[in-house]
């Protein structure tokens, strides 16, 4: 694995995990309703696992696509899912809202899989994995998997240590009066991840 590609997914744990639609506020949540900090720490296992399966799901699916399909035909259909599921993203403002506040390690699992997946987590990695002619095993052992990794730790982090500081110094407050729109972002990232697979 190259250098840049290392950093490229170094960069997009980092987003996700900045991104509170990934865990991080769901994790303040749960140790404010639990008056324990060590939930912070605790919540973030499954939510974590949740999220590096969801992209383990697609990039598998990414590969066994091309696999049986031209890497320029996977590339063309990859790219135009990352158009349009941006453009959709940009216009639905829904969220997955059937989790209760009193969840298992389960129920979070759960929900971090699917909100990953929703937000088309995996979906923005693809233009990192840039590779010609090798086996889907060769690619998922040698250099997804380290990917997927690095992607997750980095994520978890950054995730954590938000987690912590809202909880603890910044308190809630903040978000009342400095909120980003994610989804915008998130929407604007996965349009460009399509168009940089399309012409790159």
Avoid: C
Wanted: charged share 10%; no cysteine.
């Amino acid at each position: 694995m190259e250098h840049g590609q290392l950093y490229f997914f170094l960069l997009l744990g980092l987003y996700h995990g900045i991104n509170p639609g990934m865990g991080w506020l769901f994790s303040v949540s749960i140790a404010m309703q639990k008056e324990s900090t060590s939930k912070i720490f605790i919540s973030h296992i499954p939510i974590a696992l949740g999220h590096l399966a969801s992209l383990a799901v697609t990039i598998f699916i990414y590969y066994l696509i091309s696999d049986f399909v031209s890497q320029k035909t996977t590339k063309i259909i990859f790219a135009l899912v990352l158009i349009g599921f941006g453009a959709y993203k940009l216009l639905k403002k829904g969220h997955f809202n059937w989790v209760k506040m009193n969840v298992t390690n389960f129920d979070l699992f759960l929900w971090s899989f699917l909100m990953a997946s929703s937000h088309g987590a995996g979906l923005m990695l693809i233009p990192g994995f840039n590779y010609e002619g090798d086996h889907l095993i060769h690619h998922l052992e040698h250099f997804g998997f380290i990917a997927l990794v690095f992607h997750t730790l980095a994520m978890l982090v950054v995730s954590m240590i938000l987690a912590f500081s809202v909880y603890k110094v910044i308190g809630l407050k903040i978000l009342r009066s400095s909120w980003v729109n994610f989804d915008y972002i998130w929407s604007f990232v996965l349009i460009v991840g399509g168009l940089f697979i399309f012409f790159f």
